[in-house]
């Protein structure tokens, strides 16, 4: 099993940052990609960035340009800076973890952008 805890979120004003982290713990060897992923009120969880084993990374087109996501100097540690953030960023953020066993996440953090 794979365990994810995530930190940071919380209320920012429209164009502010934000910066998220999530840190895997338990079979992180079966880990071979990292991510975030999120979910707005009555909307289906979609993604927002993910990086592989091979420092691959995906970006959804809604935050290229804005959202970075990265490694810490562990490599079970992945984060998630958020710039020019918008009122349509507002969710709760999930990290997600893929492994050859199936799907780990996250109890999520929420993000609201609102002035």
């Known amino acids: 099993q794979v365990q994810l805890v995530e930190s940071g979120g919380g209320l920012v004003q429209p164009g502010g940052s934000m910066r998220l982290s999530c840190e895997a713990s338990?079979?992180?060897?079966?880990?071979?990609?990292l991510g975030w992923y999120r979910q707005a009120p009555g909307n289906e969880r979609e993604l927002v960035a993910t990086?592989?084993?091979?420092?691959?990374?995906n970006y959804s087109e809604s935050v290229k340009g804005r959202f970075t996501i990265s490694r810490g100097m562990s490599k079970n540690t992945i984060s998630l800076q958020m710039n020019n953030l918008k009122p349509e960023d507002t969710a709760v953020y999930f990290c997600?973890?893929?492994?050859?066993?199936?799907?780990?996440w996250g109890q999520g953090t929420q993000v609201t952008v609102s002035s």
């Open positions: 997600n973890a893929a492994t050859y066993s199936g799907l780990h």
């Open positions: 338990g079979d992180v060897l079966t880990i071979y990609h």
């Open positions: 990086i592989n084993i091979d420092d691959n990374i």
